[in-house]
């Protein structure tokens, strides 16, 4: 068994490996004529219950036989144009490169002496990012598993900082088109399902500033701490962007620590044409960023920023096996004084390959013409008079109905647009996302890939239009 551990004596055989896995990796992307084969949990599930993992093939060749047909061939591929759902990017080869190496050299990003060079480029990127926003010279940050995790240590941070030691007292403001993951922060921080205050949001699904104005003083009023606002740069549903500097403003006025999620506009800070939709983030307190959203990287690739290195003292417990308060005096870069994480991947590598390659400004290019292409995609909603269209986008997220012309029960309406997502994500043809907007459902077209295209979106309303006409006509044949 000593033969299948990767050292000096296996190289060779690492090599053979990797070889034939990433070849048939890339036999299926060339392959993939869909984002999707459209098969089922049942169908599915019978296929790896079967396996017995209790006697191995020993074999790399059937092994990844087996593979092919318990997973890489019922793939959901994000490479595909026509995968437009989720927050799912396709990936840049210089990241995939780096995600190769860090996983073959395992280093673990927590004490120096388990990632001496590691450390010091996650730390030149960290460094790089809080630049890119502009949160002065001490700032600081750690990289993180994703958003949720991001938002919590902030938040973690914020409650830390908050002037009072009654947890009953402190309230989060927030958008209502938030992320989920400010209300599950707050349950997790023991502060209660009332802590959350809900700020409604205009037309344009921004946060009105006139409502958190209004609920900052009532917090003062009723005795109530503002431990933290969180304003979006990016919102999941609509790809809104919050006023950042009319916030900031009112944190400043009313004592409260500024979150800004940018886990998904975070493509902005390597724009070429768009930095300016993230004026005022450099007021923040803490930043979260996901460069697996927008800056085309494999999973996980994230980030926390602070704008005072400091208040990451909240974090940092010292254990004599690993980074012993001597560390400290002895200046050495441990980044487990920083994480909520003790083991940690190096994924900054993946973000490293990929500026070291294409450079930040290849990478925002990318991300510029999914904006432009959502902005293509909202002017062929506005004309086609099958659809209804929820707002114009600040990114690259689209949400829009069908309506059709013959049908005036919103119920009916909805169960048409939910039959034609799940029908299309049957088909394999196309995978769209779907939501809510005041209480009604909605169609989401999330664009990531720069290789989609507006004869894609067509085509793909084509399909909607064509599966909600099918409904329509089976439930007519239904009532008769």
């Not at 004084?337 to 290019?365: E, N, P, Y």
Request: aromatic letters at 6%; glycine letters at 6%; a negative charge.
């Amino acid at each position: 068994m000593r033969s299948h551990l990767l050292n000096d004596l296996t190289a060779e055989h690492y090599c053979r490996s990797v070889k034939e896995g990433v070849e048939r990796v890339a036999a299926r992307i060339a392959a993939a004529d869909r984002p999707f084969t459209g098969i089922t949990v049942d169908e599915l599930a019978p296929r790896i219950d079967r396996i017995d993992l209790d006697r191995p093939l020993g074999d790399t060749t059937a092994a990844l036989d087996e593979l092919e047909e318990v997973y890489l061939r019922d793939a959901v591929y994000f490479h595909h144009p026509r995968y437009i759902a989720h927050l799912n990017c396709p990936v840049v080869i210089p990241a995939v490169l780096g995600e190769a190496v860090l996983s073959a050299v395992n280093s673990s990003l927590d004490t120096w002496d388990q990632s001496v060079g590691g450390t010091l480029i996650e730390r030149r990127l960290i460094d790089w990012t809080t630049a890119r926003i502009g949160l002065g010279p001490a700032a600081d940050g750690v990289f993180t598993s994703g958003g949720t995790q991001s938002n919590l240590q902030a938040l973690l941070l914020a409650r830390e900082e908050a002037k009072t030691d009654d947890l009953a007292r402190l309230r989060i403001l927030t958008s209502e088109v938030s992320h989920f993951s400010v209300r599950k922060s707050a349950t997790l921080l023991g502060l209660g399902p009332d802590a959350v205050i809900s700020v409604p949001a205009d037309p344009g699904k921004r946060m009105r500033t006139v409502c958190l104005a209004h609920e900052l003083e009532r917090c003062r009023r009723d005795g109530l701490v503002p431990m933290a606002v969180v304003a979006t740069a990016g919102t999941t549903d609509f790809g809104s962007i919050d006023p950042l500097p009319e916030i900031a403003e009112l944190c400043a006025q009313h004592g409260a620590w500024l979150h800004v999620d940018a886990a998904y506009g975070c493509g902005l800070l390597v724009s070429p044409t768009r930095r300016h939709l993230l004026a005022g983030i450099e007021h923040a307190d803490s930043v979260t960023v996901d460069y697996h959203k927008s800056f085309f990287q494999p999973v996980s690739s994230s980030a926390v920023l602070v704008r005072d290195a400091s208040t990451l003292r909240h974090v940092t417990y010292h254990a004599d096996y690993l980074n012993p308060r001597r560390a400290v005096l002895e200046r050495i870069p441990n980044q487990v004084d920083k994480s909520l994480q003790t083991t940690r991947r190096f994924d900054a590598l993946k973000l490293w390959m990929t500026l070291r390659v294409m450079g930040a400004d290849g990478i925002g290019r990318l991300f510029d013409e999914v904006c432009d292409l959502a902005a293509e995609g909202f002017r062929m909603l506005a004309a086609d008079p099958r659809f209804e269209v929820v707002v114009e986008p600040a990114l690259s997220t689209l949400v829009f109905r069908c309506v059709p012309a013959a049908v005036t029960d919103p119920a009916e309406i909805d169960r048409a647009n939910l039959h034609a997502r799940k029908a299309l994500f049957a088909s394999g043809d196309a995978v769209i996302a779907g939501t809510k907007v005041a209480g009604r459902h909605y169609l989401k077209f999330t664009l990531l890939n720069p290789e989609t295209t507006p004869d894609d979106l067509a085509a793909v309303l084509d399909l909607i239009a064509d599966h909600v006409e099918q409904y329509l006509g089976e439930s007519l044949d239904r009532a008769s």
